[in-house]
C-alpha cells in the first residue's frame, strides 16, 4: 500500500490538479462541440426549409409563365389595357364607381320596409291568411 504521504506530495498534487483541470477543458471542449453541431444542424434544416418555399414559388412562377405565354393572356391584356376590340365589337368604358354612384337618380321617397317574414307576405298575396 501507498503512504498517504506519498500522495499528498506537491508534485502529486499538481499532477491531479492539471488532470482534473485538463478534464474541465475537455468537458467544455465537448460542450462547445455540441453546441456548434447543433447550431449547424439548426441552419441545414433552415436552409432545407427556405429550398423548399423557392422551389415551390418556382414552380408558381413556371405556371404563370406558362399562361401569360398563351395568345388568350395576350389577347385578353390588349383588351383590356388598351381598349382595343375585334372588328365588329364595341369597346365600352364606363367611369369608376365613385362617378357612377354620384350619377344614379336618388329617389326622394324610401320603399315601405315590412318587418314580416316573406312567408307570411306570399300567404298575404294568395289569400291564405
Not at 434544416?45 to 422551389?55: I, Q, R, Y
Not at 395576350?74 to 375585334?86: A, W
Request: aromatic share 6%; hydrophobic share 40%; glycine share 4%.
Amino acid at each position: 500500500m501507498l503512504n498517504s504521504k506519498e500522495d499528498n506530495t506537491i508534485p502529486n498534487r499538481i499532477s491531479k490538479l492539471m488532470l482534473w483541470v485538463l478534464f474541465v477543458l475537455f468537458i467544455i471542449s465537448i460542450g462547445r462541440t455540441i453546441a456548434i453541431i447543433h447550431s449547424i444542424n439548426q441552419r441545414i434544416d433552415d436552409d432545407a426549409n427556405e429550398a423548399v418555399k423557392l422551389e415551390e414559388k418556382n414552380e408558381a412562377l413556371k405556371k404563370q409563365l406558362e399562361d401569360v405565354d398563351t395568345e388568350f393572356y395576350l389577347e385578353k391584356q390588349i383588351r383590356d389595357k388598351l381598349g382595343y376590340s375585334k372588328e365588329g365589337e364595341v369597346v365600352l368604358i364606363l367611369p369608376p364607381d365613385e362617378v357612377l354612384l354620384q350619377l344614379v337618380p336618388k329617389s326622394p321617397e324610401k320603399e315601405d320596409v315590412s318587418i314580416e317574414p316573406n312567408w307570411q307576405k306570399w300567404a298575404k298575396l294568395f289569400g291564405i291568411d
